[in-house]
Structures are given as C-alpha cells and as structure tokens.
C-alpha cells in the first residue's frame, strides 16, 4: 500500500487544496480503467477504515509509493505524514448533486463579501462532495481553509459538485444570536432592595417592557435556512 504524505514533502512544490497527487503509474492505471468521466476521483481509506472521495490533480515524479494531499486530508483521515493508506479508483459514473445543505462551522466564513462564488468556485473544484466535514478556500487572494458540515446531500451520500446545484445555507454552528426576548413579571425597582421607608409612586409597581423580539421581529438573521441555487448567483453576477 503507497504511503502518505502532505505536499510539503513533495519536490514539485505546494500543489492544489483541493485534489491529490498520486504515482505516475498508479495515474495511468486509473486514466486507463476510467473512461466515462472526465476528472478522475479516488477513494482514500485509513488503516481504520474512515474514507474520503476525492479528487486527482495529476501525477507526480518522486517516490512511486508516495501519494501526496492537503494537510487537510491527514487531519480528515486521522492519518500522520508516512502512514499507510488504501486507494480505490471510483468506476463507477456519480450523480451529479442536485441538492445540499451546507452548515459554516464558524460565522467567519461567511463573512467575507464574495463568500457565495468562493463556495461555487470551491465545489467546482472539488469536483466531488460527500457529507460529513468540508474544507475548502472559499476566497483565492486569502488561502485559508473553512470548514462546513454537508448534510442531506441528494441524490446520494457521494456525488458530482458540478452542474446546478440547491445549496441550503444554514446559521453557523457558532452563531449566537445577539438578542432574545424577555418578559418580567416584577419591575427592576421590586427585584432591588429598597432602602427603609422608600415610598413608592401610586400604580407604579410594576413597569411595563417592550420585549427585544417585538422590537426586532423584522430584523435580518443571516442564513436562516432558506435554499438557494449557486447557478442563480452566477447569473446575477
């Protein structure tokens, strides 16, 4: 079984987040049985059995038991730089990906203002998504890594990132809402200790409140779970 290393490792330098390099004959070997797809995916599996989908960059010229990833991919499998994997060309033809629900697993991954085409640019360059944990560089000029949680993938659990595609955003897992709602039943002036003999204005023991959620009942909340098309941004752009 090849062994396994991060790009750093490699002679030809960083090569791309989003896809390996393997052998240069295990490459023609898969390009040789592949005939119906036009990107050649893998199957990389740990020693303890966790599988990832994943796409092929090339070849490469080092070491022929050698197969070079994106860290991420180690941090994914739970595998060290030299550990051993198994590697399966997937044959056969994947559906494509017709709907999604994606979940940022921080808020600042949204935050960035061409988040929307990053994450179409992103999956297309994947090529292939799986449900489970995603990483991906949503925008090229900052090369950091975002993390989401890809749930209710349709129709499958493996499928083809390209086409049109209904992507549900959905509130980070960090998100925290900066208001909420609150009633009293006492007013502030009854639930603090009166000095002695303090007197108190006539039919003015309670004070009434205007709940927050009354207040903000028309106030945006950022990806609150309604769908949208990916294609849809792509033609207002």
């Not at 599996?45 to 038991?65: Q, Y």
């Not at 994997?85 to 808020?107: F, G, K, S």
């Not at 390209?162 to 897992?173: F, P, Q």
């Not at 709940?211 to 849809?232: H, R, T, W």
């Amino acid at each position: 079984m090849p062994t396994v290393y991060s790009y750093t490792y490699s002679s030809e330098g960083q090569g791309p987040w989003w896809g390996i390099r393997c052998p240069s004959e295990m490459y023609r070997s898969i390009v040789e049985k592949v005939t119906e797809m036009e990107r050649y995916f893998v199957y990389l599996t740990s020693v303890r059995g966790d599988t990832l989908a994943v796409a092929i960059e090339g070849p490469h010229s080092d070491d022929h038991d050698t197969v070079f990833v994106p860290e991420w991919i180690l941090s994914r499998l739970g595998i060290d730089e030299g550990d051993v994997i198994t590697i399966d060309p997937i044959l056969e033809v994947l559906a494509n990906a017709e709907l999604v629900r994606i979940q940022p697993i921080t808020v600042a991954s949204v935050e960035n203002p061409i988040f929307v085409e990053g994450l179409t640019q992103a999956l297309n360059q994947l090529g292939i998504v799986q449900e489970g944990l995603l990483s991906a560089i949503v925008d090229p000029s900052m090369p950091e890594l975002h993390e989401f949680l890809v749930e209710n993938l349709s129709p499958a659990k493996v499928c083809l990132a390209n086409g049109d595609l209904n992507v549900d955003l959905v509130s980070a897992v960090d998100y925290v809402e900066e208001f909420s709602s609150h009633e009293y039943s006492t007013s502030p002036m009854e639930e603090s200790k009166e000095r002695p003999d303090t007197p108190m204005p006539p039919d003015q023991t309670t004070v009434p409140l205007v709940p927050v959620s009354n207040v903000l009942s028309n106030a945006f909340v950022p990806f609150s779970g309604k769908g949208y098309c990916m294609s849809d941004y792509k033609k207002k752009a």
